[in-house]
């Protein structure tokens, strides 16, 4: 009899621990661990879609919008910036509950920008939350906001964003070099948009083989001799109709050369400055603050 009596409650014990393992694991938990998996193993979108339908499942929007910081952070490491700008721009309203999220995902929002070349945009979307030092990522914004800054060639700005990086902070030291090196920017070789096109005025395509584009200014040169050389042949056997439509051409192509050789000036001030920045990036190892 007392036999029969430990079996029942045996069997009792063991039903309870199961209905508690049900209850301390629902079906929604293993369902994200296995999206945490997919994740982690960097398969992204199937992540995506995971995160996507454990969400439906939750009515509380706290889940939710941690559900959907994890399909954020997917677009974002799945290197879809616009999709991540996209997703952000319907979900917002779910990271206004938790201020730290918000600049968490207005942090990943600047560096979409930043990756698709949208400077402006970043420093706009990391400028308009202005978050104490306090906040756990104040010292990030800041270098990031020093990088993006750093890129529209603003690198007074840039070092100034990056002073304000407290000193106990890991990202000081490499603030700190950055800074110092973007101090040698004025430094670096430049080509004036005016005088190259007021030497392509003079002699067509020298303003390209002063930026350094040596086979578009022989081109230029070459062609511009050439439509000269058809109008004053076309006038000397009295074609005037030929000289006519050439010396259209003619003008078209003269001004051309002097807008381009300007513009590539710009190109080349531009390219200077940016493998300079990309050096220091890399040097300095502050590419792992744009990843992560």
């Known amino acids: 009899m007392n036999l029969r009596l430990l079996q029942i409650i045996n069997n009792v014990f063991l039903i309870l621990v199961i209905f508690n393992l049900e209850i301390l694991c629902p079906q929604e938990i293993h369902e994200q661990g296995f999206a945490d998996y997919l994740y982690k193993e960097g398969e992204y979108y199937r992540a995506i879609t995971e995160y996507y339908r454990i969400s439906y499942m939750y009515r509380d929007s706290t889940k939710k919008a941690e559900l959907f910081r994890n399909i954020g952070l997917c677009y974002f490491h799945g290197a879809d910036y616009q999709g991540y700008i996209s997703f952000l721009k319907k979900k917002c309203l779910y990271f206004e509950l938790n201020a730290i999220v918000r600049t968490e995902m207005d942090l990943y929002l600047g560096k979409c920008y930043y990756y698709l070349n949208q400077y402006s945009k970043a420093i706009n979307t990391l400028e308009w939350n202005n978050i104490s030092p306090e906040n756990i990522f104040f010292n990030e914004k800041q270098l990031l906001l020093g990088i993006f800054y750093a890129r529209t060639f603003d690198w007074k700005t840039a070092i100034k964003k990056m002073q ?36 392509s005025t003079i002699i067509p395509g020298s303003g390209y083989i002063y930026c350094n584009r040596i086979g578009t200014g022989i081109t230029s040169l070459i062609i511009n001799g050439l439509l000269v050389w058809t109008i004053s042949d076309a006038i000397r056997q009295e074609q005037y109709g030929l000289a006519t439509l050439a010396g259209f051409l003619g003008i078209g192509w003269y001004i051309g050369n002097i807008k381009g050789s300007a513009e590539a000036a710009h190109i080349y001030n531009s390219n200077i400055r940016n493998k300079f920045i990309d050096r220091l990036l890399e040097k300095e190892g502050i590419d792992k603050y744009l990843r992560n």
């Open 164 to 199: 304000l990086i407290e000193q106990d902070s890991p990202q000081k030291l490499v603030a700190e070099n950055f800074s110092r090196s973007l101090k040698n920017f004025s430094n670096l070789p430049r080509r004036s948009p005016f005088w190259a096109g007021f030497s």
